[in-house]
């Protein structure tokens, strides 16, 4: 044949077979990458969860050591006024038995 001779045209499934062919190191190449990034995504998100847990244990520590250091700090201001005005009830009662004197 010389280059004057038409071909026989290929059907579309020919030429997608023939594509696939001269594509598929390429395609193989693609593939690779797209499964590399999800594996890096899973293991991204798989430390970003256990951040987020070992945060969340953090923030729930403070939470119960800062309630306890309000409790406790209220414990000591309640005796604190509790001694005030047992001191206060004192020094009325002595007020009230010493005599009134004059000049």
Same mark, same amino acid.
């Given at each position: 044949m010389d280059e004057t001779t038409p071909t026989p045209s290929a059907g579309p499934a020919d030429t997608f077979l023939g594509k696939l062919k001269e594509q598929s190191f390429t395609i193989l190449v693609m593939v690779a990458v797209v499964y590399y &990034?999800?594996?890096?995504? +899973?293991? *991204? %998100? #798989?430390?970003? $969860? +256990? $951040?987020?847990? %070992?945060?969340? #244990? &953090?923030? *729930? #520590?403070?939470?119960d050591a800062e309630r306890t250091r309000l409790i406790e700090r209220e414990k000591y201001l309640l005796v604190q006024r509790d001694q005030f005005i047992d001191m206060l009830k004192e020094q009325a009662a002595i007020c009230r038995l010493k005599p009134h004197t004059e000049p």
């Open positions: &990034q999800h594996t890096l995504w +899973q293991s *991204d %998100r #798989a430390r970003l $969860e +256990q $951040e987020l847990v %070992r945060k969340g #244990a &953090q923030v *729930d #520590a403070m939470v």
